[in-house]
């Protein structure tokens, strides 16, 4: 009788991973984000852990040599905001690894055990006041081309509070009418989560100068500008609008002013002006309303600050009857 063949023994899971089995789990992560700001942000990460892990004597790849990850971030004297990204990302690499058959489960699953940094404290805003909202709009030579466009992109920062991405890919169609007031319609932000942003007349009235004056019909809403001060192109990027507001910040005496910093101030200004918490979410298009707090910077206040008037400056006069 012809002997019967020996039944293939299945593979093991591996315990330590090379270049091309890190690679290919990469990929399955990016596959599976649907966010291109998602993708860059976790395309970085794993990128950093695998230039570590690497570097190391051939390591398994499991929750103690992620919790040395951990402890190797830590000491670069990272946000613990960042920390938690990275580690988020490494998570996601060993559950797709092992969803491949590259990694063991229990090893995945321990390494989905490994705790982020803990956030002590709130980090501080930069925010806007109304009239240096006003400076910082005024700022843009509006005779030129360029200046109708950049103060149209400085009102949807400043008005809307869209994020950097949103404006650069913003349509000239998302701007409708809805119950007698202009809005932003169906606009994709971060997370692809939807939704309509009110614009105030005063926005969509510097809008409609630079559509005007650009001759835009269709199509992206904000384009380039040559030095001749003709429109080219069918688009801008997010650095454009960083450089923009950079360069209008510098010159009105902001430091440090970014453009996620006018998302901030048009939340706070809301709030000021009796907006409900609520609304303000819908408005920034939040998940959770604890970051709308944050947004809002409304658990402390600098101004007329609570230790102001303690009683302790030695240089007053105490108005107490010596004993």
């Not at 048009?266 to 009796?274: D, I, K, N, Q, S």
């Not at 947004?295 to 108005?319: E, H, M």
Request: with cysteine; hydrophobic share 40%.
């Amino acid at each position: 009788m012809p002997r019967k063949g020996k039944a293939k023994r299945k593979a093991a899971p591996k315990r330590v991973l090379r270049l091309l089995d890190l690679e290919h789990a990469k990929r399955s992560v990016l596959n599976t984000l649907g966010s291109p700001e998602s993708s860059r942000a976790y395309a970085f990460a794993i990128d950093d852990f695998v230039e570590w892990y690497c570097s190391e004597p051939r390591l398994a790849f499991n929750k103690h040599v992620v919790l040395r990850y951990r402890l190797e971030l830590e000491s670069r004297s990272l946000a613990p905001s960042t920390i938690n990204l990275r580690l988020a990302a490494v998570r996601r690499l060993a559950y797709e690894a092992a969803d491949c058959g590259l990694l063991s489960p229990e090893l995945a699953a321990g390494i989905q055990r490994v705790k982020g940094a803990k956030r002590l404290g709130v980090r501080l805003g930069n925010w806007l006041t109304a009239d240096q909202c006003r400076r910082l709009l005024q700022a843009p030579d509006a005779l030129t081309l360029k200046g109708r466009r950049d103060r149209a992109m400085l009102s949807i920062l400043l008005g809307c509070g869209l994020r950097r991405a949103e404006v650069a890919k913003l349509q000239l169609h998302d701007l409708q009418q809805r119950e007698d007031h202009w809005a932003i319609v169906d606009l994709v932000g971060k997370g692809r989560h939807i939704r309509t942003v009110p614009v105030p007349e005063w926005v969509k009235s510097t809008v409609d100068v630079w559509i005007d004056a650009a001759k835009i019909v269709d199509g992206r809403l904000f384009r380039s500008v040559s030095r001749f001060g003709a429109t080219w192109g069918s688009g801008i990027t997010e650095k454009v609008v960083w450089h923009i507001v950079k360069a209008y910040s510098k010159s009105c005496g902001f430091q440090k002013l970014a453009p996620h910093d006018c998302r901030r101030s048009c939340a706070r200004l809301c709030h000021e002006a009796g907006g409900e918490l609520e609304q303000i979410q819908f408005l920034l298009g939040h998940v959770s309303v604890q970051t709308t707090e944050r947004y809002l910077g409304c658990k402390q206040r600098l101004r007329r600050a609570v230790n102001d008037n303690i009683g302790l400056d030695p240089c007053a006069t105490s108005s107490a009857p010596e004993g």
